[in-house]
């Protein structure tokens, strides 16, 4: 089974910049929907950015314009590139990784990210702590 390591996240000022990474091993996720969900205390999950095999991005509305998505199918790693964050950026970021997507774009479109599926592969999460 898959697993998914993400790394990058820390505490930074309101206007500064990040970038996440995260690793996939134990399998090849070429054929995987990829993305970024994040999710702050109190809060319920939210999707941040996802990316389809073919490259197709998707962003959730509150980070339109400030965050990229990207992946190097070679190196098997996601990323997740930060700009102009904002306190209300403040959450834990999680990868994840779904075949066929279904999940993915419930969360993305509809905002229908609770429950997860099995279908889905989550890593541990990577914290972003953005103050004022």
């Known amino acids: 089974q898959g697993q998914l390591a993400e790394s990058g996240g820390d505490s930074v000022q309101a206007g500064g910049s990040l970038r996440l990474s995260c690793v996939a091993s134990?399998?090849?996720?070429?054929?995987?929907?990829m993305g970024w969900f994040r999710q702050a205390p109190g809060k319920e999950r939210e999707g941040v950015a996802i990316i389809q095999r073919d490259g197709t991005t998707l962003y959730g509305d509150s980070v339109k314009g400030r965050f990229t998505i990207s992946r190097d199918n070679v190196k098997n790693t996601l990323y997740l590139e930060m700009n102009s964050l904002k306190p209300e950026d403040t959450a834990m970021y999680y990868c994840?990784?779904?075949?066929?997507?279904?999940?993915?774009?419930?969360?993305?479109?509809?905002?229908?990210?609770?429950?997860?599926?099995?279908?889905?592969?989550w890593g541990q999460g990577t914290q972003v702590t953005v103050s004022s």
């Open positions: 134990g399998r090849t996720y070429t054929e995987y929907y």
């Open positions: 994840a990784a779904e075949l066929g997507g279904s999940w993915f774009r419930r969360c993305m479109s509809r905002g229908d990210c609770a429950p997860s599926s099995a279908t889905v592969t």
